[in-house]
């Protein structure tokens, strides 16, 4: 069966006084109907504006979608015009944005904010989309969520609004639900209150999720593949499990040792990678994580590792063969076996 969603070669430019931002560089993934993909990495590595390409919702200028193709459910979103997409967008795919006060119009109730979508997509009168969007802000878990329907956003408190971001996203029951951080400055209670209820609405609606984090708890407990970015680029993708029992991309590894685990002896110290994510500007030919890489061999700083396949369902963009269990202490005369 073909996947719901299918990005191949996408590119998303933005064009600087200082030159071209080369902020998404021929990333291909796909999701699959009913499941969960995460899309993770640090700040600035691509992961929002590649969601924020699916969407077509790029400001031009100074961005644009340079290349590649978008299907969903077999229809190329980068050919579909403006008219075709307002359809598609909180119809068919639904976004949560990463910070639901600057996301919620702080001049319109949030009943509004809902039935707009209601009246626009499924054509209810107002008197049904404001039946709807109660029922959907009950659905979420808001309490006397009727009642909460002539609020406004700064009414309610931080994780009440992404409750709220969730309901407005769910109110056309969409065939894919993408989240953008939608835990950010949340605490840790609300966190998996929120994660739990994307979770239960996920299998009630029967929609694919794509959660974009940097948070690999989240990953790990809420998805069933995971692709690994960094400066624009995938350089990891594999089910959950594989990737954290076996990730092969020093990135991957530098990120799952850079957490706390339960598992590990108290007073073991944490190793945070080292330095910063590279310019995006006319990057150099080389592998843009050897700078900061505990692998680094002399062939890292001439060529650009590609995608390979590295295990059944398993690719990585490396150019040696690494695993978890080699030593930190790994020097560059040393090597690492290829």
Do not use: W
Request: proline share 7%; net charge negative.
């Amino acid at each position: 069966m073909a996947p719901l969603l299918d990005v191949r070669n996408l590119e998303t430019h933005f064009h600087t006084q200082d030159g071209v931002v080369k902020a998404v560089d021929n990333v291909s993934f796909y999701v699959n109907r009913g499941e969960t993909l995460g899309i993770v990495g640090e700040s600035g590595c691509g992961k929002s504006v590649t969601s924020l390409s699916i969407m077509r919702l790029i400001p031009s200028p100074p961005g644009k979608i340079a290349g590649g193709q978008i299907f969903f459910d077999g229809e190329d979103l980068l050919q579909a015009n403006e008219q075709q997409m307002r359809h598609i967008r909180g119809n068919r795919i639904a976004m949560i944005f990463q910070d639901p006060m600057t996301s919620l119009n702080p001049v319109l109730t949030v009943g509004r904010q809902i039935t707009e979508s209601l009246e626009l997509h499924l054509k209810l009168t107002k008197r049904e989309a404001l039946s709807r969007a109660g029922e959907l802000l009950d659905m979420v878990g808001i309490p006397s969520a009727s009642k909460r329907l002539d609020n406004y956003p700064h009414q309610f408190s931080g994780g009440m609004r992404q409750r709220v971001m969730i309901a407005m996203a769910l109110a056309c029951n969409p065939e894919l639900l993408i989240a953008d951080e939608p835990t950010t400055a949340l605490d840790v209670t609300i966190q998996a209150q929120i994660l739990e209820l994307i979770n239960r609405l996920k299998e009630e609606l029967d929609m694919a999720v794509m959660i974009i984090t940097h948070d690999l708890g989240v990953v790990a407990g809420m998805t069933d593949r995971v692709t690994v970015m960094y400066a624009g680029k995938v350089v990891e993708e594999a089910k959950t499990s594989e990737l954290f029992e076996n990730p092969r991309m020093p990135y991957t590894i530098g990120l799952l040792r850079s957490i706390p685990r339960l598992d590990e002896g108290r007073g073991r110290k944490l190793n945070p990678i080292r330095g910063l994510p590279p310019s995006l500007i006319d990057l150099p030919q080389l592998c843009p994580f050897s700078p900061r890489c505990d692998y680094v061999r002399d062939e890292c700083l001439t060529k650009t590792p590609p995608l390979r396949s590295v295990a059944q369902d398993h690719r990585a963009a490396c150019l040696f063969d690494i695993t978890m269990e080699t030593p930190l202490s790994v020097q560059q005369s040393e090597g690492v076996a290829a």
